[in-house]
T-cell receptor, first 119, second 116 residues
Framework: SAVISQKPSRDICQRGTSLTIQCQVD?????MFWYRQQPGQSLTLIAT?????????ESGFVIDKFPISRPNLTFSTLTVSNMSPEDSSIYLC????????????????FGQGTRLTVV | GENVEQHPSTLSVQEGDSAVIKCTYS??????FPWYKQELGKRPQLIID?????GEKKDQRIAVTLNKTAKHFSLHITETQPEDSAVYFC???????????????FGAGTRLAVHP
């Protein structure tokens, strides 16, 4: 199973600033996913990051606000830009384990999350 | 795209009782249905999943059932214990045939409280 290291684990930021969240995986993965979990809410997909191409954003999320990098098959960053208090959430990266032996496992593994508070 | 609805939003049971959480999905092509448990302050973790070629799967005290005709699947926890208290999320893949990877759509979550 994939092991994901995400940092920072938490941060308190001033409005108008930006924060970059890093996600490191211990194995090469094709797709990496970034989710947002607002307080007491479910997980909402922000974008899918594929190495070598631009990220694919979900409805309601745009590249200018949430730029994503995917320089290689084990690493990705999500930046939350020009932050406002409404951006206070937990941000999680996720990867899919495609399993071995031709079996499409598709179990999703999550990083420990970044708890962002914007003041 | 896929739409997943989850009920109830909160569930309170006595220790030893059973708990059932239900989800419905909209895309009849969906073929994979995981359940995640998220304890307070921690990441979601997969507890059980089911694929569309089976109707039920068990793992000790937890089980998942799938009704493809009705497009719903349920999580069953028997002999509940206080450590089962957490938020549980169901999920289904959006566009299951898109390039071989699963973009998951999550239900709204169920907060389960097990009282001693």
């Amino acid at each position: 199973s994939a092991v994901i290291s995400q940092k920072p684990s938490r941060d308190i930021c001033q409005r108008g600033t930006s924060l970059t969240i890093q996600c490191q995986v211990d194995s090469q993965v094709t797709m990496m996913f970034w989710y947002r979990q607002q307080p007491g809410q479910s997980l909402t997909l922000i974008a899918t990051a594929n190495q070598g191409s631009e990220a694919t954003y979900e409805s309601g999320f745009v590249i200018d606000k949430f730029p994503i990098s995917r320089p290689n098959l084990t690493f990705s960053t999500l930046t939350v830009s020009n932050m406002s208090p409404e951006d206070s959430s937990i941000y999680l990266c996720s990867v899919e384990d495609l399993g071995t032996g031709g079996v499409w496992n598709t179990e999703a593994f999550f990083g420990q999350g970044t708890r962002l508070t914007v003041v | 795209g896929e739409n997943v609805e989850q009920h109830p939003s909160t569930l309170s049971v006595q220790e030893g009782d059973s708990a059932v959480i239900k989800c419905t999905y909209s895309d009849s092509a969906s073929n994979y249905f995981p359940w995640y448990k998220q304890e307070l302050g921690k990441r979601p973790q997969l507890i059980i999943d089911i694929r569309s070629n089976v109707g039920e799967k068990k793992d000790q005290r937890i089980a998942v059932t799938l009704n493809k005709t009705a497009k719903h699947f349920s999580l069953h926890i028997t002999e509940t214990q206080p450590e089962d208290s957490a938020v549980y999320f169901c999920a289904a893949p959006d566009s299951p045939f898109s390039g071989g990877y699963n973009k998951l759509i999550f239900g709204a979550g169920t907060r389960l409280a097990v009282h001693p």
